[in-house]
Nanobody, 128 residues
Framework: VQLQASGGGLVQAGGSLRLSCAVS????????VGWFRQPPGKEREFVSA????????????RYQDSVKGRFTVSADRAKTTVYLQMNSLKAEDTAVYYC??????????????????WGQGTLVTVSS
């Protein structure tokens, strides 16, 4: 599985950005794509995930508490691109954002060690 994240940039606090994660390869029929971020000088943390089971078209989602109501994860119909719409951005959202593939689906979707394949990061900088 290959993943490629894009869409990062510089934005003012209160603004919006949409990250994209292009997913290709043998993803399987039950899997999740998660978004993680690593703020400067801090450890990587879970942000959000979307997953599918047995080929169902509607994905289930999960969010870290600090982004609930501000971030929305979604995917295109073909599941080849996963999006992270980020609204009402705050300075503390500044980080390198990564997308990753979890072959176990939404099980333990918040744990980075459950993700097998990772894309390169994209930097999001929110100025206050």
């Amino acid at each position: 599985v290959q993943l490629q994240a894009s869409g990062g940039g510089l934005v003012q606090a209160g603004g919006s950005l949409r990250l994209s994660c292009a997913v290709s390869g043998r993803t399987g029929s039950s899997y999740a794509v998660g978004w993680f971020r690593q703020p400067p000088g801090k450890e990587r943390e879970f942000v959000s995930a979307i997953g599918w089971s047995g080929g169902w078209s509607d994905g289930s989602t999960r969010y870290q508490d600090s982004v609930k109501g501000r971030f929305t994860v979604s995917a295109d119909r073909a599941k080849t691109t996963v999006y992270l719409q980020m609204n009402s951005l705050k300075a503390e959202d500044t980080a390198v954002y990564y997308c990753a593939h979890n072959p176990s689906g939404m099980t333990y979707s918040g744990r980075s060690d459950r993700y097998r394949y990772w894309g390169q990061g994209t930097l999001v900088t929110v100025s206050s």
